[in-house]
């Protein structure tokens, strides 16, 4: 059975941290792009960050671009969204996925999809 499963994320003060881990199993994350993405309330969801499968490229949207960084260990099963210098707009649900090929603009069909972590940032 595929599965995708967030975690890391939480309430967290404007300027701080939070690391996100995506776990998958069901399927060999040696394959394939993991993509992250986020959906804020009334919003669309807009692709965040996406990293190939070896760990050798990653994007990310200009709006995140020097503040979250994404990295991989495939010998886990686990892709990681460090996430730093949070902003209250960056509050949304975020979700990992899984895609065969990689764009760089994280577009694509991603086939598998977590069920997403809530992240919230507030004072």
């Known amino acids: 059975q595929v599965q995708l499963v967030e975690s890391g994320g939480g309430l967290v003060q404007p300027g701080g941290s939070l690391r996100l881990s995506c776990v998958v199993s069901g399927f060999s994350l040696n394959y394939y792009v993991i993509g992250w993405f986020r959906q804020a309330p009334g919003k669309e969801r807009e692709a965040v960050s996406c990293i190939s499968s070896s760990g050798g490229s990653s994007y990310y949207a200009n709006s995140v671009k020097g503040r979250f960084t994404s990295s991989r260990d495939n010998a886990k099963n686990t892709v990681y969204l460090q996430m730093n210098s949070l902003k209250p707009e960056d509050t949304a649900v975020y979700y990992c996925?899984?895609?065969?090929?990689?764009?760089?603009?994280?577009?694509?069909?991603?086939?598998?999809w977590g069920r997403g972590t809530q992240v919230t940032v507030s004072s």
């Open positions: 996925a899984a895609s065969s090929r990689l764009y760089n603009d994280c577009g694509g069909e991603y086939i598998y």
